[in-house]
């Protein structure tokens, strides 16, 4: 495994690690509990994967990407509701933003190693 794919799984991460905290922080409306439990869920799903990633295990590495997409899906409602705070708006776009940049530096670290 090269630097940029480590980058990018340091940075899912802790992308995963800050899912964790979603509901400690949230209120209940924004997001909802629902919404924040689930994002826990994937959050906790990620790190477990990211243990065989980080070794280079192929299904691992899916299974990290997969949880980072689905957790960023459940941000983008944020873009749509009328009533969410502008606050929760940027930092959703945050995370889709450095949710991308975490993937495309994890598959384009494990493709040079694959092509190797």
Do not use: H, K, Y
């Not at 480590?6 to 899912?19: F, H, N, P, T």
């Not at 606050?87 to 092509?115: D, F, N, P």
């Amino acid at each position: 495994m090269n630097a940029p794919s480590r980058v990018g799984l340091i940075l899912l991460g802790l992308l995963a690690v800050a899912d964790l905290s979603v509901p400690f922080v949230t209120d209940g409306e924004t997001p909802p509990m629902s919404i924040a439990v689930i994002s826990a869920a994937l959050g906790a799903a990620t790190l477990v994967c990211l243990r065989g990633a980080w070794r280079g295990q192929r299904p691992a590495l899916v299974g990290v990407v997969v949880t980072r997409l689905l957790s960023a899906l459940l941000t983008l409602p944020a873009f749509f509701i009328g009533d969410v705070p502008a606050g929760v708006v940027a930092v959703s776009a945050g995370t889709v933003a450095l949710t991308v940049l975490g993937i495309v530096l994890a598959l384009a670290g494990s493709r040079q190693a694959v092509a190797a």
